[in-house]
């Protein structure tokens, strides 16, 4: 809970309290509680925003204070019959209050506005986001045959912050993934809370003089996702000397909101197998279109920020689900995508006829884990053996990476939405914090062998560290 959350809460109970049995003379004080409560209410939604977490906090308050003024004007009135009315009144406070302030306290903590981990690297962090539109290629989403692509696309780079500067927010127009909620079977305000957390970057600061420039990663979403919620992985890259560039795919991405204020909601289409199949050559030209529009950025930032910051001979992607095999597709097609990381998803059929150039590294859990967390038998046939047939094919360098315990939506910032996310099956069984990890160690090793050039003993075998990893390499 949030600071005057939980103050408000506090005042709440102190408030049922005060109404619901008699006070002794030295805490007189609480009877003022009701109207207390009411103006800390109101600081609450002016200050930190409302949410529909707070609604059974902000119905008590009410509540309370409808019972304290009923109480006050019996006193006044009609002295006599004060105690039959307090007695009233207490049980009215106890009944309904009992309750709803149970509810006021679980459902915020339940779904807190959580805070992001703060990168373990040397580099604070600066963010832009950029509309760019591809003249060249027709939205084939949409029935207009002069519909142009256009895309999204969020830049995070090592940066000079002030402490004091405001964090950009995490999702600013949370309300675009409500598809998403109800791809988990939530009502779609269930996320709308999301506006109001901040990660650990400043929007616009200036690029760290630490390194005249700096390697490039280009991050692809999954299914119905968004390009933030990889946040926590991506600020970890950064913060060890990355920039990451992190695409919205228009129609495959929960919602994705134009300048203009135009909304790409997701394609439904998207949820069949075939047809997302067929989708996967012109949504790994996202990626590729992207890392032109960076090349002719590292040339002339129209926000004179990142121009000369962007070391496009040292570039790489990654991505997680589908945008895992965009990531794969994008580097079958594109040389200049020097190292590949896919999570947790199988490798479209070209890839696997093919194969791959680029080291590679795949993180994905073993076929139990799989099976706990209910998948079909074929898609864990598919997910493992396609992976494992581009895998052993390499003619270079490459990572086969499962971790046991972990569930798909693990591979993200799931679960940090909520503390029940293991409990109700959404995540796996291993800790929330210990999967982040995971993922951040063995892909940022990978990256700094295969972008930078340094030894890494975590990508040489079995690591003591991680247990629950099963690690396997190749050798060029």
Same mark, same amino acid.
């Given at each position: 809970?949030?600071?005057?959350?939980?103050? *408000?809460?506090?005042?709440?109970?102190?408030?049922?309290?005060?109404?619901?049995?008699?006070?002794?003379?030295?805490?007189?004080?609480?009877?003022?509680?009701?109207?207390?409560? *009411?103006?800390?209410?109101?600081?609450?939604?002016?200050?930190?925003?409302?949410?529909?977490?707070?609604?059974?906090?902000?119905?008590?308050?009410?509540?309370?204070?409808? $019972?304290?003024?009923?109480?006050?004007?019996?006193?006044?009135?009609?002295?006599?019959?004060?105690?039959?009315?307090?007695?009233?009144?207490?049980?009215?406070?106890?009944?309904?209050?009992?309750?709803?302030?149970?509810?006021?306290?679980?459902?915020?903590?339940?779904?807190?506005?959580?805070?992001?981990?703060?990168?373990?690297?040397?580099?604070?962090?600066?963010?832009?986001?950029?509309?760019?539109?591809?003249?060249?290629?027709?939205? $084939?989403?949409?029935?207009?045959?002069?519909?142009?692509?256009?895309?999204?696309?969020?830049?995070?780079?090592?940066?000079?912050?002030?402490?004091?500067?405001?964090?950009?927010?995490?999702?600013?127009?949370?309300?675009?993934?409500?598809?998403?909620?109800?791809?988990?079977?939530?009502?779609?305000?269930?996320?709308?809370?999301?506006?109001?957390?901040?990660?650990?970057?400043?929007?616009?600061?200036?690029?760290?003089?630490?390194?005249?420039?700096?390697?490039?990663?280009?991050?692809?979403?999954?299914?119905?996702?968004?390009?933030?919620?990889?946040?926590?992985?991506?600020?970890?890259?950064?913060?060890?000397?990355?920039?990451?560039?992190?695409?919205?795919?228009?129609?495959?991405?929960?919602? $994705?909101?134009?300048?203009?204020?135009?909304?790409?909601?997701?394609?439904?289409?998207?949820?069949?197998?075939?047809?997302?199949?067929?989708?996967?050559?012109?949504?790994?030209?996202?990626?590729?279109?992207?890392?032109?529009?960076?090349?002719?950025?590292?040339?002339?930032?129209?926000?004179?920020?990142?121009?000369?910051?962007?070391?496009?001979?040292?570039?790489?992607?990654?991505?997680?689900?589908?945008?895992?095999?965009?990531?794969?597709?994008?580097?079958?097609?594109?040389?200049?995508?020097?190292?590949?990381?896919?999570?947790?998803?199988?490798?479209?059929?070209?890839?696997?006829?093919?194969?791959?150039?680029?080291?590679?590294?795949?993180?994905?859990?073993?076929?139990?884990?799989?099976?706990?967390?209910?998948?079909?038998?074929?898609?864990?046939?598919?997910?493992?053996?396609?992976?494992?047939?581009?895998?052993?094919?390499?003619?270079?360098?490459?990572?086969?990476?499962?971790?046991?315990?972990?569930?798909?939506?693990?591979?993200?910032?799931?679960?940090?939405?909520?503390?029940?996310?293991?409990?109700?099956?959404?995540?796996?069984?291993?800790?929330?914090?210990?999967?982040?990890?995971?993922?951040?160690?063995?892909?940022?090793?990978?990256?700094?062998?295969?972008?930078?050039?340094?030894?890494?003993?975590?990508?040489?075998?079995?690591?003591?560290?991680?247990?629950?990893?099963?690690?396997?390499?190749?050798?060029?």
């Amino acid at each position: 809970m949030r600071p005057i959350e939980s103050l *408000l809460s506090l005042a709440n109970l102190l408030t049922g309290l005060a109404l619901a049995v008699p006070l002794p003379r030295a805490v007189r004080w609480m009877r003022h509680c009701a109207p207390v409560a *009411l103006l800390i209410a109101i600081a609450q939604v002016r200050v930190e925003g409302p949410r529909w977490q707070m609604v059974p906090g902000y119905t008590l308050t009410g509540l309370f204070l409808l $019972v304290w003024l009923v109480q006050n004007r019996a006193l006044a009135r009609k002295p006599t019959r004060s105690a039959r009315t307090n007695t009233l009144a207490a049980g009215l406070a106890v009944g309904l209050g009992a309750l709803v302030l149970a509810a006021s306290i679980a459902l915020p903590t339940l779904l807190p506005v959580f805070r992001l981990p703060h990168p373990s690297g040397p580099y604070e962090i600066g963010t832009l986001t950029y509309h760019w539109v591809d003249a060249d290629r027709r939205e $084939v989403f949409v029935a207009d045959r002069n519909a142009r692509r256009e895309l999204m696309v969020q830049i995070w780079y090592p940066a000079n912050t002030d402490p004091s500067s405001p964090r950009a927010p995490y999702v600013p127009n949370a309300g675009v993934l409500a598809p998403l909620a109800r791809l988990l079977h939530l009502p779609g305000f269930t996320v709308g809370h999301l506006k109001y957390i901040t990660t650990n970057a400043v929007e616009s600061a200036h690029v760290t003089n630490g390194e005249p420039s700096y390697p490039v990663l280009i991050f692809s979403h999954g299914r119905g996702g968004y390009r933030q919620h990889n946040t926590v992985q991506t600020e970890e890259l950064v913060s060890h000397g990355y920039i990451v560039a992190a695409i919205d795919h228009p129609y495959a991405a929960a919602g $994705v909101v134009f300048p203009d204020g135009r909304v790409a909601v997701f394609d439904p289409r998207m949820a069949d197998g075939t047809f997302e199949d067929s989708m996967i050559g012109y949504l790994a030209q996202d990626a590729i279109f992207t890392l032109y529009q960076l090349g002719t950025l590292n040339q002339s930032d129209p926000n004179g920020i990142l121009t000369g910051r962007l070391d496009l001979r040292r570039v790489g992607i990654f991505g997680v689900s589908l945008g895992g095999e965009i990531s794969a597709e994008a580097c079958r097609r594109e040389p200049r995508l020097r190292a590949c990381l896919a999570m947790d998803v199988w490798m479209p059929a070209s890839v696997v006829q093919t194969g791959l150039q680029q080291p590679t590294m795949f993180i994905t859990r073993d076929a139990e884990t799989m099976r706990l967390e209910g998948w079909s038998q074929a898609i864990i046939d598919r997910t493992q053996t396609t992976m494992r047939a581009v895998f052993e094919r390499l003619p270079g360098s490459g990572y086969f990476v499962r971790v046991r315990g972990m569930f798909h939506v693990d591979f993200s910032d799931a679960a940090l939405l909520s503390p029940l996310t293991s409990w109700l099956g959404i995540t796996g069984p291993i800790d929330g914090e210990r999967a982040r990890g995971i993922i951040n160690a063995y892909s940022l090793a990978f990256f700094d062998r295969h972008l930078k050039g340094r030894p890494e003993v975590l990508l040489d075998g079995p690591a003591e560290q991680y247990p629950e990893v099963l690690f396997e390499t190749r050798r060029p």
